[in-house]
């Protein structure tokens, strides 16, 4: 049988490049994936910046600690909203110690500058330490300092604050653009401090600040923990996790999934070869064992192929991400051995069992199969696969609907709306041969009406070959199923939270605040005093809450006056009312454990202090967004960021919104309308979540692409003599492409329709879900992206088949009588 085998290699090259072809690329995935996967593991340890010449940094409670009841030893923590700052005792005993240099940071708006300006005073630069390159310290208030090099002293600068000019500038450090004020000044943008630098011995320091609750010293190392975002590395971590592990997923589903489909395909179109092989004796163990043993020789080399591209192509998409900002400049591909096991494993064991499965029935091929010229599939679904893809499907329809019954917003999450496609879209790929008949001739019944047989021959040509136009159209229904399921999944949860935005709210116009530090009395007084408006000044916050004994949950809280609410708002209330909310009480949502009207709960509020409130009214859980609603009272800290601002019946629109934006202008605040604020606000899916789908689209897409081109070769070449015949029968070398051509498209078609049903099935799901949470909103197909993608599909599909089948012809070949031109 070696011997055998081994001679009709040279007939079934074309065969063997695919199968060879679909693995290696198929295992450079996985192991391009696991590499950057295992790389994201472990961050560079971070030492101090903005403090990294200061002697001692003490900090403010910014951290709330809860203790569980089950063991006070056990603490849940969480961030706090408002963090506190230094106890004015504390610093006092701190004055007495040495010099105590107060920090402050805050957001600058500056025309012509960096989008991420942050103010400090000026006493503080030395800790970085940042000095001067040119110019002098600011010493008047309209004075600054700024960090780089876009601007020079001299330059004048229009800020949320007013106009400055800068009149020094320090080399940028690389950590953030920094503006600095004099310390009066950035007292009076900034006027809460919470840390401090202390000048000082660190153990009297910390004897200092001894029973202060919540207060930090920071020395060495540990004053990274002063820095703006001391948790980016670990944030960063996460997030590259996130993305490359669902990036892993998806691109191990498709290469899984293709080189499953290619090695079966592969071993089908062998039949009359293995009819032959019986007829001279071969034995089905003896089939079966050659069919493995090839799919074991080409398994190992075309694994080992693919781990070497994986090595070359790993740290390809590492500087992609770093230069696309999906990871930090310290991200690099680091030395690992597993992800080239699993790829290598990963890739062997798939080709197997594709292999295996369509071993099984090749060994059952009878003699009588070589004798048979038509390639007519009498019996394309076999038991097993029935079975399988009856019982994949079965289960996304029950997991399904145990999810709507019980969670529905569990499939609002991303990991959901991401792992859940892939169980439909293989349930629809197996049960395809069931639908390819009936949909081939479905989208062929006008052309097979028209003049000439070349309607006719493809539809049938189609219809009968239903194994090889499955295997051929598996690529397009994965690539256009993932394309319009997770992109059609992030559109429709965008617009499911603008349209709960947009019915939340009765205001006309909404005013935002330019800096964080919100807006002034002033500048609030100057809004509660344009005519013909009722006014609703809010302050973001938020709330803690203690569930199970277990969990310590933070929710959003805005913090707002019960009656300009009830004016300017309409919340999805599903007991209670707006009205009863008082500084004794709480608006929550569904989702809490506890959700009664009247029923009292333990919670923190934003700056850690712990509360019990009434419950005096409740939201439906909608998208998640609903958060809470406290009075400014049980926010005292937060700085007020939005208000609310609704006509009453005979205002000008015109004249209100002129009123607001004067009664803005000195703070710099943004005078919106409603539908403006809600297409400003509207939560579009995050920079980093959009990229990274579009990278795990695009890897899929490229692969998919490459593999339905070389699928289509594969197919092409398995009918050298129908074509062949179909020169003896009179039809001209252009009738053959053009009938290739037209069967090419016919099969992405279908597989394109085959994919939207899969895409459909699923956003139809969300659908749901979206109207058990009470938000009726219309599922969003990404039809621009789903065109891209089939006419991609359809080009690489058409111009394959007619390249392969236009060599074939002109080789002439048609067995040992060939036909040439």
Not at 115 to 125: K, M, N
Not at 345 to 354: D, Q, S
Not at 479 to 493: H, I, M, Q
Request: charged share 20%; aromatic share 6%; proline share 5%.
């Amino acid at each position: 049988m070696l011997s055998t085998t081994l001679r009709t290699l040279r007939h079934r090259w074309t065969t063997l490049v695919g199968s060879f072809v679909a693995l290696s690329l198929g295992v450079a995935l996985i192991a391009v994936m696991g590499l950057a996967l295992a790389s994201s593991q472990d961050a560079p340890d971070r030492g101090p910046e903005r403090f990294a010449a200061a002697p001692v940094v003490v900090k403010g409670q910014d951290t709330l600690r809860v203790p569980t009841p089950v063991d006070h030893r056990t603490q849940k923590t969480r961030q706090l909203a408002q963090p506190r700052p230094v106890p004015d005792s504390t610093v006092a005993k701190l004055r007495g110690l040495g010099t105590v240099v107060q920090d402050r940071s805050f957001a600058v708006r500056a025309e012509g500058g960096p989008a991420d300006l942050v103010g400090h005073p000026w006493s503080t630069a030395a800790f970085a330490p940042y000095e001067l390159d040119a110019g002098r310290a600011p010493e008047a208030a309209d004075e600054v300092v700024v960090s780089g090099d876009w601007a020079r002293p001299g330059t004048r600068l229009r800020t949320g604050g007013g106009t400055v000019r800068v009149v020094g500038t320090v080399a940028g450090l690389g950590f953030e653009n920094a503006v600095f004020h004099t310390d009066a000044r950035a007292a009076e943008l900034s006027p809460r401090s919470l840390q401090l630098v202390v000048d000082a011995d660190a153990a009297a320091v910390r004897e200092a600040v001894r029973g202060s609750e919540g207060v930090r010293v920071l020395t060495g190392d540990a004053r990274r923990y002063a820095d703006a975002d001391p948790d980016r590395d670990s944030e960063a971590l996460t997030a590259m996790n996130a993305m490359f592990g669902t990036a892993g997923g998806v691109t191990g589903f498709v290469s899984v999934f293709v080189v499953a489909s290619t090695f079966a395909f592969a071993v089908a179109q062998r039949r009359r070869e293995f009819g032959l092989l019986r007829t001279a004796g071969a034995t089905p163990g003896q089939i079966r064992r050659m069919v493995l043993s090839e799919a074991l020789v080409v398994g190992v080399l075309a694994s080992a192929v693919g781990c070497v591209l994986g090595s070359y192509g790993a740290p390809k998409l590492a500087e992609w991400a770093v230069h696309e900002r999906l990871a930090p400049r310290w991200f690099t591909i680091g030395e690992y051995t597993w992800p080239y096991h699993l790829a290598f494993w990963t890739g062997l064991f798939v080709a197997l069992c594709g292999a295996l499965a369509a071993s099984w029935r090749a060994g059952r091929t009878g003699p009588t199969e070589a004798l048979r010229e038509a390639s007519v599939d009498t019996r394309a679904m076999t038991g097993g696969r029935w079975l399988v893809g009856s019982v994949l499907l079965a289960t996304a329809a029950v997991t399904l609907v145990l999810a709507l019954v019980t969670s529905p917003g569990d499939l609002l999450q991303r990991k959901t709306y991401v792992s859940r496609p892939m169980l439909l879209i293989t349930a629809v790929a197996l049960l395809a041969p069931v639908l390819v008949g009936p949909m081939a001739r479905l989208i062929a019944w006008l052309p097979a009406r028209l003049p000439g047989a070349g309607g006719m021959l493809a539809r049938e040509n189609a219809a009968a070959g239903v194994r090889r136009t499955a295997a051929v159209a598996a690529p397009v229904l994965v690539t256009v199923a993932l394309a319009g399921s997770l992109l059609g999944a992030t559109a429709t949860l965008g617009e499911a939270k603008a349209t709960e935005m947009r019915e939340r709210t009765a205001a006309d116009f909404v005013v935002t605040a330019a800096a964080d530090t919100g807006f002034d009395e002033a500048t609030l007084e100057r809004l509660r005093a344009v005519p013909g408006t009722q006014v609703s000044a809010s302050a973001s916050s938020a709330v803690y809450v203690l569930e199970d004994g277990a969990a310590l949950i933070r929710s959003d809280a805005r913090a707002v006056e019960p009656e300009p609410l009830a004016a300017t708002a309409r919340l999805p209330l599903a007991a209670g009312k707006v009205s009863d909310l008082d500084d004794d009480s709480i608006i929550v949502n569904e989702e809490w454990a506890e959700h009664t009207v009247g029923e009292r709960v333990d919670v923190w509020l934003g700056d850690g202090t712990r509360k019990s409130l009434r419950i005096a009214a409740v939201m439906t859980t909608g998208t998640g967004d609903n958060g809470a609603y406290v009075t400014p009272r049980n926010a005292p800290t937060a700085p007020i960021d939005r208000v609310d601002v609704r006509l009453s019946d005979r205002a000008d629109p015109a004249t209100v919104a002129a009123g607001l934006r004067q009664a803005v202008r000195a703070s710099g605040g943004e005078v919106l309308t409603t539908d403006a604020w809600v297409r400003a606000m509207r939560p579009e899916t995050n920079r980093t979540t959009r990229l990274g789908l579009f990278m795990v689209l695009g890897i899929a897409l490229l692969y998919t692409g490459i593999s339905l081109a070389n699928t289509m070769v594969m197919a092409t070449s398995d009918r050298v003599r129908e074509l062949a015949a179909l020169r003896l029968a009179g039809a001209t070398r252009w009738q053959v492409l053009r009938l290739v051509g037209a069967e090419a498209l016919m099969v992405v078609v279908i597989g394109g329709l085959l994919g939207a049903l899969a895409a459909g099935l699923n956003l139809a799901g969300m659908w749901g879900a979206l109207g058990l949470l009470s938000v009726w909103t219309p599922v969003e197909i990404p039809w621009t992206t789903l065109a891209a993608v089939l006419s991609a599909c359809a080009l690489l599909a058409v111009t394959s088949a007619v390249a392969s089948a236009g060599l074939a012809l002109r080789r002439g070949a048609m067995g040992p009588a060939g036909v040439r031109e």
